[in-house]
């Protein structure tokens, strides 16, 4: 592959420090979309000089970031928005070198035998079932008592690969491999909170409670489900939201996350992400937040 002249000719212009200079050249490199950043890492790999190097790496990841912030920002916008994708956009926000063919061989792994063994002639309550004894019993994911600031239990990435995550974590895996065979289990958001429901034909059917390796539970028990979280049953607060509201909490987790580390790289990127899904966060109530 042949790099062209103007971008060998932009890489000399790296250590430049002046603001107009830098503005200029972001405008162009972004200019040429996401096929620049295999230019340079072909650049990269030929590089002799180390600061060169780590001047055109430096370039690659906020390149990488400006267009994962594009994509989320349309996603955002999509009638229905894809999870799958979606999850993996934001890991890679945090961390770089994440392979997207990886990411996908490991979905189809975890979920190789839910395809196999729910059928579409099962009921609703029997593929959640089947889903169920596989992801808690037979994958045998975990929530652990983890410190938030652990990124290996809080991304989600590294939580589908170990198994093992934050009770949060957990719960959005759950949901990405139950969206991945085509379950329509989405959030049922409440103020501070949410709770997996099955809709069918635009109605619940049944809840989940994802820290009982998924029991199935009717609305009569809804009370006492959100009693246990210490929340008070106020149905006109309640809304069926779909996968853009799980990758807002997912974004929101990692936040906190940073905020606790009092990262202020990833505070500010993980900012300009969660306002592209505007003001109103999922996981905040009027009396507090994550914690």
Do not use: W
Request: proline content about 2%; overall charge negative; hydrophobic content about 40%.
């Amino acid at each position: 592959m042949s790099v062209d002249t103007e971008l060998k000719s932009i890489v000399t212009l790296l250590d430049d420090t002046d603001d107009f200079v830098i503005e200029a050249i972001n405008r162009r490199m972004l200019g040429k979309g996401v096929s620049i950043l295999r230019d340079l890492e072909e650049l990269y790999n030929k590089e002799k000089s180390y600061k060169v190097k780590g001047l055109i790496a430096d370039k690659m990841q906020y390149l990488s970031n400006e267009f994962i912030l594009e994509e989320l920002g349309k996603m955002v916008n999509d009638d229905y928005p894809d999870l799958e994708r979606g999850i993996y956009l934001i890991s890679k926000l945090i961390v770089p070198d994440i392979d997207e063919i990886y990411y996908q061989d490991l979905l189809g792994i975890l979920i190789g035998d839910m395809v196999k063994e729910i059928p579409d002639e099962k009921t609703a309550l029997e593929k959640m079932q089947i889903f169920n004894h596989i992801f808690y019993h037979r994958l045998l994911f975990k929530c652990g008592d983890y410190p938030i600031t652990r990124e290996s239990t809080t991304v989600l990435t590294s939580v589908l690969s170990s198994r093992h995550g934050i009770a949060l974590s957990i719960s959005l895996t759950y949901f990405l491999l139950a969206r991945c065979v085509g379950l329509e289990v989405y959030p049922m958001c409440f103020p501070g909170g949410f709770v997996p429901a099955y809709i069918e034909n635009d109605k619940i059917l049944f809840y989940m409670d994802i820290f009982r390796d998924g029991e199935i539970f009717s609305e009569s028990k809804l009370k006492y489900y959100l009693e246990n979280q210490g929340v008070d049953l106020d149905t006109s607060a309640f809304e069926v939201r779909d996968d853009r509201t799980l990758l807002q909490v997912y974004l929101e987790v990692l936040h906190f996350m940073y905020t606790q580390k009092e990262d202020e790289y990833f505070i500010s990127l993980l900012d300009r992400a969660l306002k592209l899904f505007g003001d109103e966060r999922v996981l905040e109530s009027g009396e507090g937040d994550l914690e």
